[in-house]
């Protein structure tokens, strides 16, 4: 009994993607004049083909500056360590120092809040 319902996927992974059109294209040209897709009148492989190389050559590029930015985001996390205690320490002083109007913290550059939160009604 022949499936009534079939489904071609197609990756949405764009390296899949990649892979997948690199396959589509050498077999295409292996099959040469015999290629079905051949066929194709919107789009020929001819032109479609070559510029999988250079999409390629994007795509490493692109996986390298990522493993750059991880390795730079580390760095820059290792040197957060103690400015972060020090935003957090001035945040503690300058909130004793002004008790009575933490608005001025904001020549400092914090953001202050002074909305009061109503509490929740009980429900009955």
Do not use: C
Request: charge should be positive.
């Amino acid at each position: 009994m022949a499936n009534s319902s079939v489904k071609v996927v197609i990756p949405t992974n764009k390296e899949d993607k990649l892979s997948l059109a690199n396959k589509i294209y050498e077999k295409h040209k292996t099959d040469a004049v015999k290629s079905p897709l051949n066929a194709m009148q919107d789009v020929k492989w001819e032109s479609a083909g070559p510029q999988i190389s250079v999409a390629q050559g994007y795509h490493n590029t692109a996986e390298e500056y990522i493993k750059k930015a991880e390795e730079f985001y580390k760095k820059r996390d290792l040197e957060m360590v103690d400015v972060e205690k020090a935003i957090r320490a001035s945040r503690d002083i300058l909130l004793g120092a002004f008790s009575k109007n933490p608005k001025q913290m904001g020549a400092w550059g914090f953001v202050v809040n002074d909305v009061v939160k109503k509490a929740a009604k009980k429900k009955p």
